[in-house]
């Protein structure tokens, strides 16, 4: 097989490399900086060139790391690799390996729909996919991004109006900068925890160009602070420093939101079904423009989405990961 599923994550002998592997190897390529695809410990790291700041942010700016454009192929040891857009987050990226004229893609973290800041998903032809599919069920059918931010500044302005704050909870690489895209210029000040800041402030240094936010901190009187527009991670649920913005009201940008009561659940005012994962027309739709024969499915609901697949004539396979999708997402993404 070029490719292998090993307990460090995945491999391909012949090049001696590791792609989004879960413990320490010699030489990784990683196909998006979230915390469960680029972990720490790695002698050499690869990405595209959009996913470096935000990887060295984490992980520490003396890590050994090169990059590559989108399209731009390289060999090891006679194996050519390639990065191409997931359209998940900034800088992630399908990763295509070849050799002999076998042609596999591992997509890492995708989703269809263009968000207007992360490079729109392409597919490429391959002749096996790896693919997530942690929204891998009929049940989860996104709406239009345009309708769901619709939505959320029709929510937003009733709390206004009404002199609350609108917390929105959103992982810090991603969401958050999706969420803040979508809402400006209609909301024009936009303010920001400090975990949220900072990862905006690496993009910006990087040279993408998010629309501005406003840091809270002491500086900015939180107690002054009133009907405003708030984004911060979901771990600033039920802390001291969320109870200094009352009055306000809570929100959740996430697929989950999808599942009747997960925002009583979660204790959350208002839930927005926005995920930056491909939902189910999305899986299928770009496991189809592939053309492959063979897909191996990863985290999610891979036993009946591999069935799935086998009953419409592909040769379906499942195998076990450490990547997590959006559990990750909203759990552990604080940086």
Known sequence: MLLEFTDKGIYCPQADVYIDPWRPVAKAIITHAHSDHARWGMKYYLCHEKSKAIIQYRLGNNISIETKKYNEPFTIN????????????????????????????????????????????????????????????????????????SEMIKWIKQNERLGINSVIFAYALGKAQRIIQNLYPEISEIYTHGAIENTNQVIRESGIQIAPTILINKESNLKNLKGKTIIAPPSAQDTPWLRKLEPYKTALASGWMALRGARRRRNIDKGFVLSDHADWKGLNSAIKNTACETVIATHGYTEIFSKWLRENGYNALTEKTQFEGETADISNETA
């Open 78 to 149: 006679g194996v050519t690799f390639s990065l191409h857009p997931a359209g998940h987050v900034i800088g992630s990226s399908q990763i295509r390996v070849e050799y002999k004229g076998e042609v596999w893609v591992v997509s890492g973290d995708y989703k269809t729909e263009n968000d207007s800041l992360s490079d729109a998903f392409e597919p490429v032809k391959c002749h096996t996919f790896i693919t997530e599919c942690t929204f891998g069920l009929p049940i989860y059918n996104w709406q239009n991004q345009q309708d769901v931010f």
